[in-house]
């Protein structure tokens, strides 16, 4: 299974950024996908998650209402649309797909996530 995250820069606050994570290697919508990100000094946590069947979403309460995932599981990529940036957002952002199909996942923790991508560094700057 390979991931593939691209769309990261740097960007003022207040700007837009979309991330973009494709995937191959076993049946895309199966699965969960989610968004992690990791700023220096600190530990990977959960930004966004959404269900193999695009049904249910999941934000940290750091991003909602400015951040929205999304999927497409006919082009095997999911998105991650960061709007009203903050330089606190700033961090190396992950993509990854979850251990379990179907739902049988929190969706929100790390253990969740058995692939991941190489990771995208988002800059904002105040």
């Known amino acids: 299974v390979q991931l593939q995250a691209s769309g990261g820069g740097l960007v003022q606050a207040g700007g837009s950024l979309r991330l973009s994570c494709a995937a191959s290697?076993?049946?895309?919508?199966?699965?969960?996908m989610g968004w992690f990100r990791q700023a220096p000094g600190k530990e990977r946590e959960f930004v966004a998650a959404?269900?193999?069947?695009?049904?249910?979403?999941y934000y940290a309460d750091s991003v909602k209402g400015r951040f929205t995932i999304s999927r497409d599981n006919a082009k095997n990529t999911a998105n991650l649309q960061m709007n009203s940036l903050k330089p606190e957002d700033t961090a190396v952002y992950y993509c990854?797909?979850?251990?379990?199909?179907?739902?049988?996942?929190?969706?929100?923790?790390?253990?969740?996530?058995?692939?991941w991508g190489q990771g995208t560094q988002v800059t904002v700057s105040s």
């Open positions: 990854a797909t979850t251990r379990d199909p179907n739902g049988r996942t929190s969706y929100v923790r790390l253990a969740d996530y058995v692939y």
């Open positions: 959404i269900s193999w069947n695009i049904i249910n979403t």
């Open positions: 290697g076993r049946t895309f919508s199966s699965y969960g």
